[in-house]
């Protein structure tokens, strides 16, 4: 038996295709998640899986998996995939390649006859980007938990206003009468993943594998100062309740020590807003958004107090109020070491240059670590840019990646 080969050009021709799916007139893609653009790649998946005799199914969830049988159909799949939905203005490459390149494994495998010992199964996860129905990773989380939360039914498409609900059961309803039903949940044996690295690091180092060790925490918090509207020409300084100062003032005490102090930790502000965003009026609340991030929880723990307390110290200078909201308390997750190890061993095996690294981003693979071993593999992207029209991936790197993709997932079958 010839050993499997990863077909390059196929991938690439691949790539293209789906690129195509919602392209951009910038040469990105807009393929968001549950619209008539995310269904039509999955119908297209759907049908080069079933050209080439593999079974399909989805769950509940849209979620879509293309399995290849093994020599013993009893025992628990080996789960390779990422996702087919992107940023409103996103790239063609995040999530797409990593779907696509475990789509070109599946298919070198039967190319050179191989017979895996336990079935090897494609998924390609409902909902990760998390920009038209937040939260993201939906397809992961609900698969993981066995269940899909009842309040995300009455969410609200960010776009048209669509409930989510409706949007999942149309998209399930499109391709159900071709495909096989799925629990959500069912046992696997591990998860492995390949996704563009969305950071500068391989492309500067001139490394073309990153071996994803574990996906750093993530807290992000609502905060909301309110002081007391006032007319801004005649308000004295001793009289002002001022929100919008002790917001900025606190802000710019974070930025000057958060990451200053802490090479490893992420703080970021996304949005700011006033009311009652007058030009000539003291504001009354002045809010923003946290992004905070660090690969240990305990440190995570330490800086989410230390930037409440600072927020505090800001605000009674002012006397004004503030009001903090955890949101989201995503805990770091470290992968599995057996995985890791396997991914080393087929990169020495096939002569791979790799570089050990922690998710900056999360995955789903960082939801599926909580139900199985699970492991991402990272590809260089160009200056690291993602979430952009602009997102690329040098071909060779792509098919590298696929290389290394192929040399793990034949490393965990054995």
């Not at 776009?159 to 096989?180: H, S």
């Not at 990169?347 to 981003?361: E, L, P, V, Y």
Request: charge should be negative; charged fraction near 20%; glycine fraction near 8%.
């Amino acid at each position: 038996m010839t050993p499997p080969q990863i077909n390059g050009d196929r991938l690439l021709a691949r790539l293209d295709a789906f690129a195509a799916i919602g392209a951009t007139p910038g040469g990105g893609v807009n393929r968001q998640a549950l619209t008539r653009g995310d269904r039509k790649a999955r119908a297209l998946l759907t049908a080069l899986s079933k050209a080439r005799g593999f079974s399909v199914f989805q769950d509940d969830m849209a979620n879509l998996f293309i399995r290849m049988e093994g020599s013993d159909g009893s025992l628990p799949p080996l789960l390779i995939g990422s996702h087919l939905d992107s940023q409103p203005a996103g790239g063609r490459f995040d999530g797409a390649l990593g779907t696509l390149t475990a789509f070109e494994v599946l298919e070198s495998l039967a190319d050179a006859g191989f017979v895996p010992p336990r079935p090897v199964e494609v998924v390609a996860w409902t909902n990760e980007e998390g920009c038209r129905f937040a939260p993201g990773c939906m397809g992961a989380r609900a698969f993981v938990e066995g269940n899909i939360p009842a309040e995300w039914e009455g969410l609200r498409a960010v776009d048209d206003g669509a409930l989510f609900n409706d949007e999942r059961l149309a998209t399930v309803a499109a391709l159900a009468p071709d495909l096989g039903h799925r629990k959500l949940g069912f046992p696997v044996i591990a998860y492995l993943e390949l996704h563009i690295e969305q950071g500068p690091s391989l492309e500067r180092e001139g490394i073309p594998v990153g071996i994803v060790t574990g996906v750093q925490g993530t807290r992000w918090l609502e905060v909301e100062f309110e002081g007391q509207t006032a007319h801004a020409g005649t308000t004295a300084l001793e009289y002002r309740r001022d929100p919008l100062k002790a917001l900025t003032a606190a802000l710019a005490a974070l930025y000057a020590t958060v990451m200053s102090e802490n090479a490893e930790a992420r703080f970021t502000v996304g949005r700011i807003a006033v009311t009652p965003g007058s030009v000539n009026a003291i504001p009354a609340t002045a809010s923003c958004t946290i992004d905070l991030r660090h690969p240990q929880a305990d440190v995570l723990d330490r800086l989410e107090e230390s930037i409440r307390a600072r927020l505090a110290e800001a605000a009674e200078a002012e006397a004004v109020s503030v009001a903090i909201r955890k949101t989201v308390d995503m805990a770091p997750v470290t992968f599995a070491d057996d995985l890791i190890s396997a991914l080393q061993i087929a990169a020495q095996k096939a002569a791979f240059r790799t570089r050990s690294m922690i998710s900056g981003a999360f995955h789903d693979a960082l939801f599926l670590a909580g139900h199985a071993p699970s492991a991402m593999i990272f590809v260089p992207c160009r200056d690291g840019l993602s979430h952009n029209e602009a997102e690329y991936v040098n071909p060779e790197d792509s098919v590298a990646g696929a290389r290394m993709f192929l040399a793990s997932v034949l490393e965990l079958l054995r």
